[in-house]
């Protein structure tokens, strides 16, 4: 059932697309990232963070997803499915994953020293290849959300690094920092400021470096405002919550950027659902009632990014 990316990037660097990403942590994320995509015939990457599969329990993990592509193929779908960690911090972290059946990892390396990262993503591939289990390293640091963008700036991957990288460990994807970051709030901008552009620069110079090499982008959420104001009208609390314009992912997902990372906008989607449900009926206390809405709200958010966004919509 399950693949791993390395068909899928050759495809969507062809094609000028990118595949998308999408976390999960629940069987209602899990359905609806599949349901989406097979009612968008898009192929996907299933993505699980650490903590995200302790949530679900690391045993029990691989068995949900071994379900939510059985009912995929019972929908008559075919779509290429893979099976990622979001992350990996650890060699043990990757091993494990990759003897559960996970058909690909990240191991992110790029909080230590270049030769430190290289080396822990070299000894994780050595490991994945051996079962046919591709392999994402990064390079570069995300701005954090606390992060002041000063600080970020001197996070941005160094082009100059990326070959050695690359060649030395043999990893089959690069994530980057061209000025996405993690999380809801990724920008601090002032009254009707609108979001900086990634550097495209970067990325352009990297893709020169590393022709036709499939390049990942983190922190891709857009952040929807009208699902921001839904939060805030039912009683949350999300001020200067903001994300990157689908414009620049539309220009970064025609580039060798292959695969785009969506888990913030899938979370604000289904929060502001099920805000909205607890708030309009109170006497509501049937998790069907509101999970099974907050489902159907994140299937049309997977639709419309894969048609709009990332173009991997019709691709699979
Ligand atoms: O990049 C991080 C992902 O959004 C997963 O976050 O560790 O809270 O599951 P998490
Ligand atoms: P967002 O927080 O922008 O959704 O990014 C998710 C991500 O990069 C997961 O690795
Ligand atoms: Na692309
Ligand atoms: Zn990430």
New binding site residues.
């Given amino acids: 059932g399950l693949v791993n990316t390395r068909e899928m990037f050759q495809k969507?660097?062809e094609g000028?697309?990118?595949v998308p990403a999408y976390n999960f942590n629940n069987m209602e994320q899990l359905q609806a990232i599949l349901i989406g995509c097979v009612q968008s015939a898009s192929p996907v990457i299933l993505q699980v963070s650490g903590s995200a599969r302790e949530y679900a329990d690391a045993v029990m993990m691989p068995y949900m997803v071994e379900g939510a592509v059985a009912m995929a193929r019972n929908m008559g779908s075919n779509i290429p499915i893979a099976l990622h960690l979001d992350h990996g911090n650890t060699f043990e972290l990757a091993k494990e994953c990759i003897d559960s059946g996970f058909s690909s990892v990240m191991i992110d390396g790029s909080h230590h020293s270049f030769e430190d990262n290289i080396r822990l993503t070299a000894e994780v591939v050595e490991y994945a290849h051996k079962k046919g289990v591709t392999v994402e390293g990064e390079l570069g640091v995300l701005a954090g959300v606390e992060d002041e963008v000063s600080s970020a700036v001197s996070h941005y991957t160094q082009p100059e690094e990326v070959e050695e990288f690359v060649s030395k460990t043999g990893a089959d994807s690069l994530a980057i920092s061209i000025g996405t970051s993690h999380g809801a709030h990724k920008f601090k901008l002032k009254p009707g400021e609108e979001p900086p552009s990634l550097r495209f620069d970067i990325l352009e110079e990297i893709e020169k470096r590393l022709p036709g090499y499939p390049i990942v982008l983190h922190g891709a959420s857009s952040v929807s405002p009208e699902h921001v104001a839904m939060i805030n009208q039912f009683g949350g609390n999300l001020e200067s919550a903001v994300g990157i314009p689908a414009v620049q992912l539309r220009r970064a997902?025609?580039?060798?950027?292959?695969k785009i990372n969506i888990d913030s906008d899938g979370r604000l989607a289904m929060t502001a659902i099920i805000r909205k449900i607890f708030s309009e009926k109170p006497s509501e206390f049937d998790p069907r009632k509101y999970l099974g809405p907050a489902r159907t709200e994140l299937i049309e958010l997977i639709k419309a990014k894969n048609e709009d966004v990332l173009g991997s919509a019709g691709k699979a």
Avoid at 253 to 258: F, L
Wanted: proline share 0%; net charge positive; aromatic share 10%.
């Fill in positions: 969507a660097m000028r697309y990118a997902a025609q580039s060798a950027v292959c």
